[in-house]
């Protein structure tokens, strides 16, 4: 599903009062202060749906796929998804219990 996939759906489910535009609109400020938050380390909960946060990565080593020569690689910080008990007991129901968390 894309964007613009999200934003059709959207627009369906509000009704013709909504301009497919200014949905775009909502949905791109929406990702935008998702992204901004995380950028500052603050963490979005969602209810009934999840938690994006960020996580640190710790150092580790690894190789170089090509040479097979060990590299470091550094720590990091990385966003992450957590859904919620709601969302995961959903997604099960729906695609069986094969899914896990």
Do not use: Y
């Not at 938050?37 to 796929?65: D, H, K, W, Y």
Request: charged share 35%; aromatic share 4%; with cysteine.
């Amino acid at each position: 599903m894309t964007k613009a996939d999200i934003v059709e759906r959207v627009v369906k489910a509000i009704g013709p009062e909504v301009a497919q535009d200014d949905c775009g609109l909502v949905i791109d400020a929406f990702l935008a202060a998702v992204r901004d938050a995380l950028a500052r380390g603050e963490s979005i909960q969602l209810r009934r749906f999840g938690t994006f946060e960020v996580r640190r990565r710790r150092a580790r080593p690894g190789r170089n796929p090509r040479t097979g020569e060990p590299v470091a690689i550094p720590a990091r910080d990385v966003p992450v998804f957590r859904p919620s008990k709601h969302f995961r007991r959903r997604v099960e129901r729906e695609h069986g219990s094969s899914v896990t968390a």
